[in-house]
């Protein structure tokens, strides 16, 4: 089977090295620590540099990385063959994309000449990472560590240049990143699904599925997504009254969705039972749809309102929209990231531009946040595209359907357990661990 | 079987939905941020009004958030088929339960006719569902999400009045709530198993135990719950020293407490092994006893030996006391809670006693510590008894003997793991999965 | 099989409360809170001590703690029966070792006869019981829990000299601890797998090995230690830009370690698969190597070469040294810590006496650096070969051969369980069952 060239013995570690090493090449010319005697280019820090501290985002920062690591990570482990690949991989892509991401986002921004990174740095470049995670998602199971090394370099960089013109050039509001980071990534992701398409997994897949285990691990990724979200949707508000603002929107938001996504998944399965896709997906789009307007004074209640109408949406989104967009529009979105990320992205968006042109936020400009949302869309899918073709080229090692949504493929899994899941599952997979 | 009409279809996303926009409704009418120009209400903000910034409690509250969603959503999960529910359910209720708690709270401190949302204020609401999800372990795996609910609004309403009396009208000190979070949910949970009472499970059920991995999983619960549980107690002391006095009480009170939890498990235990049950949950009761006199001058010692006593008394309540009060009262407590919450925080309750008598709390008052005492106690059981009877109404869907702690009633489980369970464990489930 | 006492019903409890009742009549005699008006014998307070506040390091602080109670027992959990054992045992080690750490540690700071507990204080007792975990890990799965805890006494005691000999005497830098905790832990564990040599587990034990599970279980621990190592290499850091430079090298070392840690193991593995006791461990090796030098002004790209070269270097540990430490040497490192904290420590050693050298901290003195790092090995392998003959001692209830690696012989585990388990291997697990 020459086409599906996946042992990675050369490629995987040369591109990792050969991108880590030219990385530090350019943290040494570009790189170095704020020394608190920035020029005022963080809109962050322009009304409040008098007492800001070095430390004082630390937290939130934490909370941020957590997110990143533990909640994608571990939502992504769902899968029943796919978890080393889920939380490994995730890590991986993860721990590359914020290095990018410092270079890519600071170029922006420089300094004398310099990126000088400082807590609210890294917390950007953790969050340009989530694109890249979120892209995962709908290409989980049947793309190569090589393959998604590749899309984080594209995704971020041309995250980076959308993230600038919303923020810099449009001056748009988008404090939660509803449209720069969820809509961006999520149709970002489904584009290159689109492009990545296999009709051999038209039908389904044996290992497209979850076991009762995977689901629980999978929890720990939502509960802490869930938690969280304050923190990723309050981190570069302004300090103060703002950022409060944005952790009770957000906290709100995200309750009120908790209510109505359990609601629908008990209104549409099978005798009233709730779906644990809808739960460990469809509570956390409150979090995304509150996104742009979490800092904005869309009082408790709006915040509630635009949290339940999200967990219906998705999860209305997970039961009927995800299998009609694999068999009519060829698009294969593993994890969902539409329903999770996209439509709830879009919400957040429009939400947003709504609350700008009911006056809620001081300043605020509804054409530039509806030229914000289409910016990220259609940087999204243009660059999703592009990066699909790139990453289609027959030599990045990409697995071979059969062996789809299989750690096996890529990871040394122990044996016994092999053994056991097959016996488990009185089924033969032994065909999927055929050497190929 | 037409009285266990257990199809929730209609019901649960009923009864979810309305809540819900009953509360968006209350939320939209007296819900309004906190800008920052309180009255002064809030005992917190009392004394040190003149620094408090609006974000400094947020690390706090971050870690109570970790402990009431991962903490007791993951404690619970120790059952064999019943994560799902475990978790899933825990996030349900708190979600709802937070918004409630947020009103029931505020209603007793409306500031200009409204609830002012703080960092404090949602504090406070995380804590109140802290006592459902107490409550929730008594009856875990023999009620369903309706009957949930309803305890959910019931208890928090109740909640609400004890804490008011407790706090405003005695004038109690309880910075860690060992009597108006632990023994009041302990005991209204108690009361509520109680009215519940299932003769059919009087010789155990073959579901009622753990399998390795899920003790596993509730290892992840119980660490996170000791790890913040100076965070549960100091998040509402008064900033500074008597916020610092109740991190060092409770991490040395609970650090002694490991230590008499693992001897006395090892003591009593057949051939002098560890029994999961006293480690995932008596390691803990340190933390529940020491929560009364936290920010009292007790001494480090002194919390230490709280922290003995409480592990000592758990883990013998594990094993001896809590067969008695399933076969001689019909109490069947799922998870033990009076061993963890009952007698520990009784026990709390008791210690606040003797410290102010002793004069370790500036103005505190011994007879008001026993009536704040005796005042959750005596509303946990009538306030438990009146919820397990509207509970035991026969259309909430509560699940038939056979179905009990088994998550399929409720949830679409993964087909194939149905299988492997079954045939992992040489027995035949069928009868638990038949249509009901 | 007299030599094998390995029923613990009177040991383990009698040694846990001695210990316990002992440290609470310790804490009585010298214990108080620290009331904030210290003579200032904290090397952390000397410059600040104007500004800071009694809980500014409190969030710090819980990272750390959850890096030792969830990072240290999950990252243990690794092995396919002895997941009660890593964690649960890791629980208890730490709670007893912080409070011991705080006496042993507290002896060398007295202040008007009394140690004054502070955050910074609990920080650092939590730090030394990480020395002890390192140890455990390269024992895992040998030695019984009456065994550790004597290891927890003697290796904290011994800790508490070399930090206060490298600290004050020596003025060595050290901030996140590469010399002091991790070379010395690892060394010290070495020692005293050393001395416990059995040769009955030369060709390997069935039960020493993964599970699918279990490798996800471990990477809780993996991905909790990678996220909060900044916090561990900043949280004695002097306030301010110091700190913000250590979380910065702390953070940027990590992430280029994974990289390189990735790519060897792909580099070494059958097929360029990645194998998963890499990516848990050397994935970590940036952490421990940028250590010494975290707040010194090394550069960004400086910290990113040393998290490059400790990825590599604990990967090829992993692959290739390992195995001849236990067919040459004797050393049976269950964990391999010495290439998760053996090398690196070591390494990070050197990188700060090059760091110092160069002048890359004021006030560093590059011999006072190498004499830190060889007091930490001298102490480290000493110390250990004496608590390591100590341990030797026939009557602590040290497991047989057979039954190594497995959690029944100190635990009770669920029945069904140990059935499928066996059932599902194909193995027959009796003998190891036998009443020993």
Chains 1, 2, 3 share one sequence.
């Not at 070095?54 to 909640?71: A, K």
């Not at 961006?184 to 389904?204: I, S």
């Not at 068999?327 to 999770?340: A, E, K, P, R, W």
Request: with cysteine.
């Amino acid at each position: 089977m020459p086409a599906y060239a996946t042992n990675m013995r050369m490629k995987f570690p040369i591109v990792a090295l050969a991108l880590e090493i030219i990385t530090i090449i350019l943290f040494a010319v570009f790189v170095v620590y704020d020394d608190g005697k920035s020029h005022g280019h963080d809109s962050h820090s322009n009304e409040t540099h008098h007492e800001v501290k070095p430390m004082d985002l630390y937290p939130m920062f934490q909370d941020v990385h957590v997110m990143i690591f533990i909640g994608f990570g571990f939502l992504m482990t769902f899968l029943k063959r796919y978890g080393f690949s889920s939380v490994g991989v995730n890590l991986l892509l993860a721990a590359f994309g914020l290095q990018w991401g410092l270079l890519m986002q600071g170029i922006w921004h420089l300094d004398d000449g310099k990126i000088k990174v400082s807590i609210f740095k890294i917390i950007n470049a953790d969050f340009s990472t989530a694109t890249v995670l979120i892209s995962f998602g709908a290409v989980l199971g049947k793309t190569s560590p090589v393959q998604l090394l590749i899309m984080t370099v594209l995704e971020i960089t041309i995250f980076s240049i959308n993230e600038h013109l919303v923020a810099t050039v449009l001056e748009a509001n988008d404090v939660g990143a509803s449209m720069i980071i969820h809509a961006y990534g999520a149709y970002f992701g489904l584009a290159v699904a689109r492009v990545l398409y296999r009709p051999g997994l038209r039908n389904g897949h044996e290992n497209d599925g979850s076991v009762y285990h995977s689901d629980m691990f999978a929890m720990i990724g939502t509960v802490f997504l869930w938690m969280f979200w304050p923190s990723f949707n309050s981190a570069i508000a302004d300090p103060g009254f703002s950022q409060l603002t944005a952790v009770i929107n957000t906290y709100l938001s995200l309750a009120a969705c908790v209510l109505s996504a359990y609601a629908i998944s008990s209104l549409v399965e099978h005798k009233g039972k709730l779906d644990m896709v809808h739960i460990q997906n469809a509570t956390l789009a409150g979090g995304v749809a509150v996104g742009t307007c979490a800092d904005m004074n869309i009082g408790p209640f709006g915040a509630m309102l635009i949290g339940l109408v999200a967990g219906i949406i998705s999860t209305l989104g997970f039961k009927y929209l995800t299998p009609v967009l694999a068999s009519n529009l060829g698009i294969q979105d593993t994890c969902g990231v539409h329903n999770l990320h996209g439509m709830p992205g879009i919400l957040g968006g429009l939400a947003g531009i709504v609350a700008v042109a009911l006056g809620k936020k001081e300043g605020g400009n509804a054409a530039m946040q509806a030229a914000a949302l289409a910016s990220s869309l259609g940087f999204a899918l243009v660059g999703g595209a592009i990066t699909g073709l790139i990453m289609k080229l027959p030599f990045w090692g990409q697995p071979p359907d059969q062996n789809c949504f299989d750690d096996s493929i890529y990871w040394e899994v122990p044996e016994e357990e092999e053994e056991n899941e097959e016996s488990l599952a009185h089924a033969d997979h032994s065909k999927n661990k055929a050497e190929v």
